[in-house]
């Protein structure tokens, strides 16, 4: 059974910095896959944040960022202890969410939601101005 679980939510005041982590268990990195965390604002749509991509037998792969992050967002995976980080740097009012890690064997787009086969079950992010 997969299971993800974020941690590290929290509220701060606008300039500050969280690093949430994402504990995994049970999923098994194939081929091709990916690990992101998205986000959900009340009355909005769930979106991407940010994500990394690997080729296991190619060994390449990569990350990708919203536009609305890049610069101030880092993601980050140790593979030794399971576990997906997103330091999150110069936090904005905006940027108040419900974070959610989520994980595929699968290609597509990095941001595609209905993609992603595995999801946590979120941490909130809260920041005050």
């Known amino acids: 059974q997969v299971q993800l679980v974020e941690s590290g939510g929290g509220s701060v005041q606008a300039g500050g910095s969280l690093r949430l982590s994402c504990a995994t268990s049970?999923?098994?990195?194939?081929?091709?896959?990916?690990m992101g965390w998205f986000r959900q604002a009340p009355g909005k749509e769930r979106e991407g944040v940010a994500a990394?991509?690997?080729?296991?037998?190619?060994?390449?792969?990569?990350?990708y960022y919203a536009d609305s992050v890049k610069g101030r967002f880092a993601i980050s995976q140790d593979n030794a202890k399971n576990t997906l980080y997103l330091q999150m740097d110069n936090l904005k009012p905006e940027d108040t969410a419900m974070y959610y890690c989520?994980?595929?064997?699968?290609?597509?787009?990095?941001?595609?939601?209905?993609?992603?086969?595995?999801w946590g079950q979120g941490t909130q992010v809260t920041v005050s101005s």
């Open positions: 989520a994980a595929r064997n699968n290609g597509g787009w990095w941001s595609d939601v209905r993609a992603y086969t595995y």
């Open positions: 990394i991509w690997v080729a296991i037998y190619t060994a390449i792969g990569g990350t």
């Open positions: 049970g999923f098994t990195r194939r081929s091709n896959y990916y």
